[in-house]
């Protein structure tokens, strides 16, 4: 489940509502190219703002399309912890396969705070829980003993993280310290070649949003030890995954996928707001050169 060219999807707007047409054709996109699972109401989904009905939604509709043909890995997480368990719960009734839970934002806890956290939260979930560590927005920083404390409290349901601290030495200290079984994605495109030379097993990405098939191939190729095949691909994508930040993401992403379908629409929710000419032309070039352009 927990491998491979995973999209974090971007979820699509038709003025003030999810265009849930355009979302059941993107997820159905998705899989036909390849990507081996999908994440709903994820940083690139807008999660922030989307209320709670939207956020519970989105997720039915992807489990719904997704229909067992790959896992649904429900972003599920929130800063406030009873918060998180309704999403939790609607997220299994909904038939999502996993959780990604994301450290709290904005309160700042301790390390003792984020054990307390997602110890409650494991203690009343049903599915597997991907831990989301990205201390540049959240501030909060899931230590690496902090992971290993969870998953030795709760192997079986604390299974795996999406880590995107940039520290790819976490990776070697996660292994030794959790075993080479804990599931370990990236959360960074540009760094995933290295990352799997480490141990890690795929990434939750924002780039598989425009380039499923080629992202799906290159993960293909690194996870066989194929690497001189994975770096002429990596090669076609880092100037994406640069682009998909030339601005605001999901913007870029969103840009790009306009682009692509005429169903998808770039619009996104204040505070985001649309491409700057700039990350437009990055964007351009970018697909351009992966072979990707409209």
């Known amino acids: 489940m927990f491998s491979g060219s995973i999209p974090a999807l971007a979820t699509p707007f038709a003025g003030d509502d999810v265009d849930e047409e355009a979302y059941r054709r993107f997820i159905d996109w998705q899989i036909e190219n390849g990507s081996s699972a999908l994440v709903p109401c994820g940083t690139t989904g807008e999660s922030a703002t989307l209320d709670n009905d939207e956020h519970h939604k989105v997720i039915a509709v992807c489990a719904e399309v997704a229909k067992g043909r790959v896992p649904v890995i429900a972003g599920a997480g929130s800063n406030d912890t009873q918060t998180a368990l309704w999403h939790i719960k609607e997220a299994q009734t909904a038939g999502a396969d996993a959780l990604l839970l994301v450290a709290p934002y904005y309160n700042r806890p301790s390390q003792e705070g984020l054990l307390a956290h997602f110890s409650y939260l494991a203690e009343r979930a049903d599915l597997p829980i991907v831990l989301y560590n990205v201390p540049g927005r959240t501030v909060t920083d899931i230590a690496p003993e902090t992971v290993i404390e969870l998953h030795r409290r709760f192997p079986d349901k604390i299974v795996a993280i999406k880590d995107a601290s940039g520290d790819l030495s976490r990776v070697v200290t996660h292994r030794m310290g959790a075993g080479p079984d804990f599931c370990q994605l990236s959360g960074d495109d540009p760094l995933v070649l290295a990352g799997y030379a480490l141990g890690q097993t795929g990434c939750i990405s924002v780039t598989a949003n425009v380039a499923p098939k ?26 994406l995954h640069r682009a998909m930040f030339a601005d605001a993401s999901p913007a870029p992403a969103k840009y790009a996928l306009s682009k692509l379908f005429d169903w998808f629409s770039p619009d996104v929710r204040l505070p985001i707001v649309p491409c700057s000419d700039a990350a437009r032309k990055a964007v351009d070039e970018a697909m351009e050169l992966a072979g990707i352009a409209a």
């Open 214 to 239: 080629l992202c799906a191939d290159f993960h293909a190729a690194a996870a066989a030890g194929d690497f001189a095949t994975a770096r002429e691909l990596n090669e076609r994508l880092y100037p």
